[in-house]
């Protein structure tokens, strides 16, 4: 079985200011971590994967991404927040291999950025 | 190129009826995958085709149904709605049957669906 927690269901920064959003995962298999975006009224849009490759992983808009193994974690960060950052962000995990494409999706953690 | 396009984007239904929701992948995705987005949480997996064969079935009654067409596109069919059955439905499409990492899925924007 696999698994996603995110740690917080709201976060709020300020513009300007770093962003954290925590994310620890549990998984039997190697897994596939991504973060997703969803804007108000809009359908998910893909901000980054993790690669097995290398452990931060840069993805779009100034995000990225730290797997830490040891920590069964994936946190998304960003150093300076943007008014249009605020949105709902979902940390998700799939299989490496085989099982088809299921995402099982956190259970989301709402940005407000404030000026 | 267009996304992953969904229609209609809201739909009002009562309880007891039956809806059907369609998606069109984007141009040369083979797989469409079905989500449900119940307000306040993260979305859940419904269904997935591939190549016009179920490949993957989430914890859905047998009130959900779905096909795939062969030109790749998808309906999400509810029988004897409940009003639990409110919600968003995300369509999903990706290159490939297989791993999300290989193949990502790229999201429409949704049918909401509210039941009375």
């Known amino acids: 079985a696999q698994s996603v927690t995110q740690l917080d269901s709201h976060v709020s920064v300020s513009e300007g200011t770093p962003v954290l959003l925590r994310c620890n995962y549990s998984s039997s298999y190697s897994p596939s971590l991504f973060w997703y975006v969803q804007h108000p009224n809009k359908g998910l849009q893909l901000l980054l994967k993790y690669t097995s490759a290398a452990t931060l992983v840069k993805g779009i808009n100034g995000f990225e991404a730290e797997f830490k193994k040891s920590e069964t974690s994936f946190h998304l960060t960003k150093p300076s927040a943007h008014m249009s950052d605020a949105a709902e962000y979902f940390c998700?995990?799939?299989?490496?291999?085989?099982?088809?494409?299921?995402?099982?999706f956190g259970t989301g953690t709402q940005l407000k950025v404030e000026l | 190129d267009a996304g992953v396009t969904q229609s209609p984007t809201h739909l009002i239904k009562t309880r007891g009826q039956h809806v059907t929701l369609r998606c069109s992948p984007i141009s040369g995705h083979k797989s469409v995958s079905w989500y449900q987005q119940v307000l306040g949480q993260g979305p859940q997996f419904i269904f997935q085709y591939y190549e016009k064969e179920e490949r993957g079935r989430g914890n859905f009654p047998d009130r959900f149904s779905a096909r795939q067409f062969p030109n790749y596109s998808s309906e999400l069919n509810v029988n004897a709605l409940l009003l639990g059955d409110s919600a968003l439905y995300l369509c999903?499409?990706?290159?490939?049957?297989?791993?999300?990492?290989?193949?990502?899925?790229?999201f429409g924007n949704g049918t909401r669906l509210t039941v009375t």
């Open positions: 998700v995990v799939s299989r490496l291999t085989g099982g088809g494409n299921k995402l099982t």
């Open positions: 999903a499409s990706s290159l490939r049957e297989g791993s999300s990492y290989n193949s990502p899925l790229h």
